[in-house]
């Protein structure tokens, strides 16, 4: 799997954990030269609280384009240290 935004490869894994229909990369798969912490946050009842990166390609910045949990529920401990991606981002 490739996580793409504007031709570059955000992050290439065979790894990923797909969790409601999202791809999570693992965290050693990404390029986070073109991340950013967001301010952004959410909250799911079973995965717990997410935290948000914004993505910067060729000058052009993406907004709270990939989500991670810093410390998922147990239910969720499967994604623990991977990054999913917003649909601004291309997976396939």
Do not use: R
Not at 2 to 27: M, R
Not at 45 to 74: H, L, M, Q, R
């Amino acid at each position: 799997m490739k996580a793409v935004l504007n031709a570059t490869i955000l992050a290439e894994s065979d790894a990923t954990v797909v969790v409601e229909g999202n791809h999570y990369f693992p965290a050693e798969s990404v390029n986070f030269e073109f991340f950013a912490p967001s301010d952004h946050s959410t909250h799911c009842p079973w995965k717990g609280d997410s935290s948000y990166y914004d993505i910067t390609v060729d000058g052009e910045t993406k907004s709270n384009a990939a989500w991670y949990y810093p410390a998922p529920k147990d239910k969720a401990a499967e994604i623990k240290d991977h990054v999913a991606f917003y649909g601004v981002v291309t997976v396939s």
